[in-house]
């Protein structure tokens, strides 16, 4: 623009020559047009390296962690240029800005040459040569770094060294896996294998045809081998092809002929009869509907059967509907119920007989076969279901017999829980009148079973004489099941009764509400006594054992080979009753009938030997009253025990109660209650009588160490008030002051002692004296003030107590000089010299021994003096290391003597023949 005005200027010959400094007219756009093409190219580079590092790259590589590193290397590019802490178009920083473009340049450099490696290394472990190839497509289409153009053209060699990796990994799979292809799951086994094969081929199909449209694939001689190496799989995979198609179109028409020939219905192992049409039949099928969508011939029979297979399902379909209506028909039938309808079940026999030895898959009388056979199925269905109707009633009316309850605990515990307490006769009453509705009841069902069989009769037979020849079996079979009926219901009376009773057979304990509420007292020292007595519930609960048993009476039996009841006897029993012919001896005669009699009764009696057992639980607190309580407690007490012997004993009974606390005040026993509050009532009152006894002589000797402490502050302080005139005078003073220093723990303790016995006592009730508590509390503060007095009494003493200490400060630095000498002298010329034989070591030792013992006397009345003025204990480390050296040494001497003089025992033996070895072995072991 300014040159063209210029131009203008000076062609229109005005004005001068129109000039202007270009430098200062410039200058600052030019540089700031400079700094953009700078920032401008800074772009580019990131971009080109986006375009590098995309999702192609990523999908080839499969290392998405470290492309993603590079992008960040990447994004970082642009941080210093955002972030230029100066104005980027003013010239004066011009240096810094070229800087920061340097350093641009060699981060750009240094993400180039990752770029270049890792593409390198990716392709030299290509994942997908398809993959491959196309991120090479994709890099011709795309712009991006010069150096990384022409690196990724020279890639091609790689992409076609990967596609013969994935020919000979396709070839690998082919030949492993070519005789037990993986077939899709609906696919049959030929058509399913060569779709095999063909998908594996297309693996490397599709890439070697992507690769074909690259020049370098036919003028490189990596492509050549490729290409041959691909053409040499794809014939030995249609080889295979042929072959599997071959086998199966060779024999597929003579199989299917002979399955066609097969009857339409067979028997299998189990006799059982079932379709004759063969599975594979339906495999032919299939695969001749594959084979032909993948473009293969199809055999003529093949193909005729492929055309019928809708029919075949529908004869098949149809065949097995009707087996397994009969089979529904006829397999759930009793034994009992097939033999009285065996004409019927003949006579549908005779219509499969057909399908089992004429009629095969070619032939036209199928679907007719199959209509005659549904009818007559239908028609055994509809038989049946009018023989069923009164079977299943008479089915209803036995089974409800052994199902009843003769005797329902539920009534009598009704009535208990109600509130009302039942006595013996009550419970008798109600249990008989429950029996006898039942019976009644039950009776009335029985009487309906004749006239139902009779119906039966008129269906199978077309009679109705209740005495059909045909249905003897039937009538049996009823009246066994009528038995079973009758032992079930007694069985049943008699464990509810023992449910009732709280009876188990054995012999365990069942949870159900007690009849009978006794109640229990003490007897001591040993017994316990219950009342009122077991006799007369006895005999109550035999009545009623007997009479459920009875209840068979009721039900009189059939005349042989029918269902018609016997009339009425003449036979009379002892009371004048008519005696029906019933099930009464028949149920007698069943063992687990007389086994569960038995049961009751001996339930019964063993709720006597229960009583025993549980009576235990309460004997063991009769302990309490074994011994008579005064002198055992005194006995105790001329011992002198501690507080806590005393707390222990009367712990031990005050235990007890908590403990009966605990015992139930009423328990079940078999089928009684028994109250137990009286026998708990009198284990707590005399337990507490126990922890009383022991606690008035605990007080005593409580009471007792109170006034020996109270007297001995009393001494002290007497003691402790004296004037001091001589020497003696004040030793004895500060004797008594050392005494109660001395003294605190021992007289804190009798204190202590004495309050825990106080505390022990107020702990279990134990009543005291009025004010002994008070005097015992008193006594710790008394003490206090006597070390007060006693230390008073010392600082007022101290001047001469600082003059005698004097001097026994100066006695103990002397022993401690003469301690030093003596382990001098005990290590250079007393026994712990190492040169020293062993006798005279022991001779030495003894001599030392005495001087120590003196030193160590010496010792003790220095310790004692420091202690009476109040000096610290000097420590004297060197009489210590004295007596631990001599110490050790007499252990080793006096083991050193006893073996001389065992070894002068041993020597006196004068004959070898005389000397004991065992007696020498034995010696030496204890030694060692």
Same mark, same amino acid.
């Given at each position: 623009?300014?040159f063209s005005?210029r131009?203008?200027?000076?062609?229109?010959g005005?004005?001068q020559r129109?000039?202007w400094d270009?430098?200062?007219?410039?200058?600052?756009?030019s540089?700031?047009s400079?700094?953009?093409?700078?920032?401008?190219?800074?772009?580019g580079v990131?971009?080109d /390296?986006y375009?590098?590092?995309?999702?192609?790259?990523?999908?080839?590589?499969?290392?998405?962690? *470290?492309?993603n590193d590079?992008?960040g290397?990447?994004d970082k590019l642009v941080?210093?240029?955002?972030?230029v802490?100066?104005?980027?178009?003013d010239r004066r920083?011009?240096?810094?800005?070229?800087?920061?473009?340097?350093r641009?340049?060699?981060d750009?450099q240094?993400?180039e040459d990752?770029?270049?490696s890792f593409?390198?290394? $990716?392709?030299k472990?290509?994942r997908?040569?398809?993959?491959? /190839?196309k991120?090479?497509?994709?890099?011709?289409?795309i712009k991006s770094r010069d150096?990384?153009e022409?690196?990724?053209l020279?890639?091609?060699?790689?992409?076609v060294? =990967?596609?013969?990796?994935?020919?000979e990994q396709v070839?690998?799979?082919f030949?492993d896996?070519k005789?037990?292809?993986?077939?899709s799951?609906? &696919?049959p086994?030929?058509a399913?294998?060569?779709?095999?094969s063909r998908?594996l081929f297309k693996?490397?199909?599709?890439v070697m045809?992507l690769?074909?449209?690259?020049d370098a694939?036919?003028?490189?001689?990596?492509?050549s081998?490729a290409?041959k190496?691909?053409i040499? !799989?794809?014939r030995?995979?249609?080889?295979?092809e042929q072959d599997?198609?071959n086998?199966?179109s060779?024999?597929?028409?003579?199989r299917?002929?002979q399955?066609?020939?097969?009857?339409v219905?067979e028997?299998?192992?189990?006799?059982?009869v079932v +379709?004759?049409f063969?599975?594979q039949l339906s495999?032919i099928?299939a695969?001749?509907?594959?084979?032909?969508?993948?473009?293969?011939?199809v055999?003529?029979?093949?193909?005729?059967?492929?055309?019928?297979?809708?029919?075949f399902?529908?004869y098949v379909?149809g065949?097995?509907?009707s087996?397994?209506?009969y089979?529904a028909a006829?397999e759930?039938?009793?034994s009992e119920?097939q033999?009285?309808v065996?004409?019927?079940? %003949?006579? !549908?026999?005779?219509l499969?007989?057909p399908?089992?030895?004429?009629l095969?898959w070619?032939?036209l009388?199928?679907?007719d076969f +199959?209509?005659?056979l549904r009818?007559?199925?239908?028609? /055994?269905e509809?038989?049946?279901?009018g023989?069923?109707?009164?079977v299943?009633?008479?089915?209803?009316?036995? $089974?409800g017999m052994s199902?009843?309850?003769l005797?329902?605990?539920?009534?009598?515990?009704a009535k208990?829980? #109600?509130g009302e307490q039942l006595d013996?006769?009550e419970f008798?009453?109600t249990v008989?009148?429950?029996r006898q509705?039942?019976v009644?009841l039950?009776?009335?069902?029985?009487?309906?079973?004749?006239?139902?069989l009779?119906?039966?009769?008129?269906?199978v037979v077309g009679?109705?004489?209740?005495?059909a020849?045909?249905?003897?079996?039937?009538?049996?079979?009823?009246e066994?099941r009528?038995f079973s009926?009758?032992?079930?219901?007694v !069985?049943?009376?008699m464990a509810d009764?023992?449910k009732?009773?709280c009876?188990s057979k054995e012999?365990?304990?069942?949870?159900?509400?007690?009849?009978?509420?006794?109640?229990?007292a003490t007897?001591p020292p040993?017994?316990?006594?219950?009342?009122?007595?077991?006799?007369?519930t006895k #005999?109550?609960i035999?009545?009623?054992?007997q009479?459920i048993f009875?209840?068979?009476k009721?039900?009189? =039996?059939? &005349?042989?080979?029918?269902?018609?009841?016997?009339?009425?006897?003449?036979v009379k029993?002892?009371d004048?009753d008519?005696?029906p012919? $019933?099930?009464l001896?028949?149920?007698?005669?069943?063992?687990?009938?007389?086994?569960?009699l038995?049961?009751v009764?001996?339930?019964?009696?063993?709720?006597t030997?229960?009583l025993?057992?549980?009576?235990?639980?309460?004997?063991?607190?009769?302990w309490l009253w074994r011994e008579?309580?005064?002198?055992?407690v005194?006995?105790f007490?001329?011992?002198s025990?501690t507080c806590?012997?005393?707390?222990?004993? &009367?712990?031990q009974?005050?235990?007890v109660?908590?403990?009966?606390?605990k015992l139930?005040e009423?328990?079940q026993?078999?089928?009684l209650t028994v $109250?137990?509050?009286?026998v708990?009532?009198d284990?707590?009152e005399r337990a507490?009588?126990w922890?009383?006894?022991y606690?008035?002589?605990l007080?005593?000797s409580g009471m007792?160490?109170a006034?020996a402490v109270?007297?001995?502050?009393?001494?002290?302080?007497?003691e402790?008030?004296?004037?001091p005139e001589?020497?003696e005078?004040?030793k004895?003073l500060?004797?008594t002051i050392t005494?109660?220093?001395? #003294?605190?723990?021992?007289?804190? !303790?009798?204190?202590?002692?004495?309050?825990?016995?106080y505390r022990?006592l107020?702990e279990?009730?134990?009543?005291?004296a009025?004010?002994?508590?008070q &005097? +015992?509390?008193s006594l710790g503060?008394?003490?206090?003030?006597?070390?007060?007095l006693?230390?008073?009494t010392? *600082?007022?003493?101290a001047k001469?107590?600082r003059?005698?200490?004097?001097v026994?400060?100066?006695?103990?630095?002397?022993?401690v000089?003469?301690?030093t000498e003596?382990?001098?002298?005990?290590?250079?010329?007393?026994?712990?010299?190492p040169e020293l034989?062993l006798?005279d070591a022991v001779?030495?030792h003894?001599?030392?021994?005495?001087?120590l013992v %003196?030193?160590?006397?010496?010792?003790?009345?220095?310790?004692?003096?420091q202690?009476?003025?109040?000096?610290?204990?000097?420590p004297?480390p060197?009489f210590k290391k004295?007596?631990?050296?001599?110490?050790?040494?007499?252990? +080793?001497?006096?083991l050193?003597k006893?073996?001389k003089?065992?070894?002068a025992?041993?020597?006196?033996?004068l004959?070898?023949?005389e000397l004991d070895?065992?007696v020498?072995?034995?010696?030496v072991?204890?030694?060692v």
């Amino acid at each position: 623009t300014y040159f063209s005005v210029r131009a203008k200027i000076e062609e229109s010959g005005r004005d001068q020559r129109w000039e202007w400094d270009r430098r200062r007219l410039f200058d600052r756009t030019s540089y700031i047009s400079a700094r953009c093409g700078d920032l401008i190219k800074a772009a580019g580079v990131v971009q080109d /390296f986006y375009n590098i590092l995309g999702p192609e790259l990523k999908a080839v590589s499969g290392d998405v962690e *470290r492309i993603n590193d590079v992008i960040g290397r990447v994004d970082k590019l642009v941080h210093p240029l955002e972030s230029v802490p100066f104005d980027v178009f003013d010239r004066r920083f011009q240096a810094s800005w070229e800087a920061v473009m340097h350093r641009l340049d060699l981060d750009v450099q240094e993400i180039e040459d990752m770029t270049k490696s890792f593409i390198d290394a $990716s392709f030299k472990k290509l994942r997908s040569a398809e993959g491959a /190839f196309k991120v090479l497509v994709h890099f011709k289409e795309i712009k991006s770094r010069d150096s990384i153009e022409r690196l990724m053209l020279e890639k091609f060699s790689d992409i076609v060294k =990967r596609l013969m990796v994935e020919i000979e990994q396709v070839r690998s799979i082919f030949e492993d896996r070519k005789d037990d292809p993986p077939i899709s799951r609906n &696919m049959p086994p030929v058509a399913g294998a060569i779709q095999w094969s063909r998908l594996l081929f297309k693996r490397v199909k599709s890439v070697m045809l992507l690769l074909n449209t690259h020049d370098a694939m036919k003028s490189t001689e990596e492509g050549s081998i490729a290409t041959k190496n691909y053409i040499a !799989l794809g014939r030995e995979m249609r080889a295979y092809e042929q072959d599997l198609y071959n086998g199966w179109s060779a024999e597929v028409d003579e199989r299917a002929l002979q399955m066609l020939k097969r009857h339409v219905l067979e028997r299998d192992q189990d006799g059982k009869v079932v +379709v004759g049409f063969d599975p594979q039949l339906s495999e032919i099928v299939a695969e001749s509907l594959q084979l032909d969508r993948l473009g293969l011939t199809v055999p003529q029979t093949a193909l005729n059967v492929s055309l019928q297979d809708s029919k075949f399902k529908l004869y098949v379909s149809g065949l097995e509907d009707s087996l397994a209506a009969y089979a529904a028909a006829t397999e759930t039938l009793d034994s009992e119920i097939q033999i009285l309808v065996s004409a019927k079940l %003949a006579d !549908l026999q005779e219509l499969l007989k057909p399908g089992l030895e004429a009629l095969n898959w070619n032939s036209l009388g199928i679907q007719d076969f +199959v209509r005659t056979l549904r009818q007559g199925v239908s028609g /055994f269905e509809a038989f049946m279901q009018g023989v069923n109707k009164s079977v299943q009633s008479i089915e209803k009316i036995v $089974s409800g017999m052994s199902d009843f309850k003769l005797l329902d605990p539920k009534v009598v515990t009704a009535k208990m829980n #109600s509130g009302e307490q039942l006595d013996l006769s009550e419970f008798q009453e109600t249990v008989e009148r429950t029996r006898q509705e039942s019976v009644d009841l039950l009776v009335e069902r029985y009487n309906q079973i004749t006239p139902l069989l009779i119906k039966v009769e008129e269906l199978v037979v077309g009679t109705s004489t209740g005495r059909a020849v045909v249905m003897r079996p039937y009538y049996e079979y009823w009246e066994r099941r009528i038995f079973s009926a009758l032992v079930q219901l007694v !069985l049943q009376a008699m464990a509810d009764l023992m449910k009732l009773l709280c009876l188990s057979k054995e012999g365990k304990d069942i949870k159900a509400d007690p009849l009978i509420k006794v109640f229990a007292a003490t007897d001591p020292p040993e017994n316990l006594s219950i009342s009122p007595s077991l006799k007369d519930t006895k #005999s109550t609960i035999d009545k009623i054992r007997q009479h459920i048993f009875d209840s068979c009476k009721s039900f009189v =039996r059939w &005349m042989r080979f029918s269902c018609i009841q016997v009339p009425k006897q003449e036979v009379k029993d002892e009371d004048g009753d008519e005696v029906p012919y $019933s099930f009464l001896n028949d149920v007698a005669e069943v063992p687990e009938v007389m086994k569960t009699l038995w049961y009751v009764q001996n339930g019964v009696n063993r709720t006597t030997d229960l009583l025993d057992k549980v009576e235990k639980r309460y004997k063991k607190f009769f302990w309490l009253w074994r011994e008579e309580r005064n002198s055992v407690v005194d006995k105790f007490a001329k011992k002198s025990p501690t507080c806590l012997q005393y707390d222990e004993k &009367m712990r031990q009974y005050a235990k007890v109660e908590p403990k009966a606390s605990k015992l139930p005040e009423e328990l079940q026993v078999g089928f009684l209650t028994v $109250s137990y509050v009286s026998v708990i009532s009198d284990i707590k009152e005399r337990a507490k009588s126990w922890v009383q006894a022991y606690g008035r002589n605990l007080r005593d000797s409580g009471m007792s160490i109170a006034q020996a402490v109270h007297d001995r502050i009393a001494s002290y302080r007497d003691e402790l008030s004296k004037n001091p005139e001589t020497l003696e005078d004040l030793k004895a003073l500060l004797n008594t002051i050392t005494i109660v220093l001395d #003294s605190t723990n021992e007289i804190e !303790l009798m204190i202590d002692d004495c309050s825990e016995r106080y505390r022990t006592l107020e702990e279990f009730d134990v009543t005291v004296a009025d004010g002994e508590a008070q &005097m +015992v509390e008193s006594l710790g503060s008394e003490w206090d003030r006597l070390i007060e007095l006693a230390k008073e009494t010392g *600082r007022n003493s101290a001047k001469i107590r600082r003059k005698f200490a004097k001097v026994t400060q100066d006695q103990v630095t002397a022993f401690v000089d003469e301690s030093t000498e003596l382990l001098t002298q005990i290590r250079e010329s007393g026994p712990a010299n190492p040169e020293l034989e062993l006798d005279d070591a022991v001779v030495k030792h003894e001599e030392f021994d005495t001087i120590l013992v %003196a030193k160590r006397q010496t010792r003790e009345q220095l310790v004692l003096a420091q202690k009476l003025f109040g000096l610290e204990i000097t420590p004297t480390p060197d009489f210590k290391k004295c007596e631990d050296i001599m110490e050790h040494l007499g252990r +080793v001497l006096g083991l050193y003597k006893e073996f001389k003089e065992a070894e002068a025992g041993w020597s006196g033996t004068l004959f070898f023949g005389e000397l004991d070895m065992d007696v020498l072995n034995t010696g030496v072991e204890e030694f060692v």
